[in-house]
């Protein structure tokens, strides 16, 4: 059974930054692929950015590149999301996923608000 439960979200001022951990069981960690997406509020859900199992970050989403982060502990079964210089745009909820499963966690809200 493939599992992802995501932590990490609160609120947090524009300008500031947050990280969201990502905690996975029931298959090979470091053999697949993880993704984060985002849904905001009347907005479909977006990816955010994939890490791939060789350590590669791909397919982030133009709003966020230079600012999200990703890393991976094979080790510890964890993908987390550094979110720096956040803005009002990132408001969301978070959602980590393995694309070859179509495993979605729970999500974890994010808001950016002075």
């Known amino acids: 059974q493939v599992q992802v439960v995501e932590s990490g979200g609160g609120l947090v001022q524009p300008g500031g930054s947050l990280r969201l951990s990502c905690a996975a069981s029931g298959f090979t960690f470091r053999s697949y692929a993880m993704s984060w997406y985002r849904q905001a509020p009347v907005k479909k859900r977006e990816l955010v950015v994939t890490?791939?199992?060789?350590?590669?970050?791909?397919d982030s989403a133009d709003s966020v590149k230079g600012r999200f982060t990703v890393s991976r502990d094979n080790a510890k079964n964890t993908i987390s999301l550094q979110m720096n210089s956040v803005t009002p745009e990132d408001t969301a909820v978070y959602y980590c996923?393995?694309?070859?499963?179509?495993?979605w966690g729970q999500g974890t809200q994010v808001t950016v608000s002075s």
């Open positions: 996923t393995v694309p070859r499963f179509g495993a």
């Open positions: 890490f791939t199992s060789t350590g590669r970050m791909t």
